[in-house]
Nanobody, 116 residues
Framework: QVQLVESGGGLVQPGGSLRLSCTASGFTFASSGMSWYRQPPGKERELVAYIRWTGTYTNYADSVKGRFTISRDNAKNTVYLQMNSLKPEDTALYYC?????????WGQGTQVTVSS
């Protein structure tokens, strides 16, 4: 079955950096687009970044452009989210996602807290 396992979250000070990882299994990762979403406390889940299966196309939410970078390693079945210049408003539960056959699949999430 499809499994997505996120890691790398934690507590970081404003201006700091974190790198999230999502390791996938149960589907052909190298042929699948991957996304990172986040859900801040008390708010709706929102798309943060997307990467095409080839890795040649990426897209970002306006709020993270220039600070976050999504990348993938198809040999390791892993997608990454490098987050720099973190702000308190980046605090959220971050989820890995893929859309397969019209169905959305989600990981369990990893918490990112930006606070001094």
């Amino acid at each position: 079955q499809v499994q997505l396992v996120e890691s790398g979250g934690g507590l970081v000070q404003p201006g700091g950096s974190l790198r999230l990882s999502c390791t996938a299994s149960g589907f052909t990762f190298a042929s699948s687009g991957m996304s990172w979403y986040r859900q801040p406390p008390g708010k709706e889940r929102e798309l943060v970044a997307y990467i095409r299966w080839t890795g040649t196309y990426t897209n970002y939410a306006d709020s993270v452009k220039g600070r976050f970078t999504i990348s993938r390693d198809n040999a390791k079945n892993t997608v990454y989210l490098q987050m720099n210049s973190l702000k308190p408003e980046d605090t959220a539960l971050y989820y890995c996602n893929t859309l397969l056959g019209g169905n959305n699949y989600w990981g369990q999430g990893t918490q990112v807290t930006v606070s001094s």
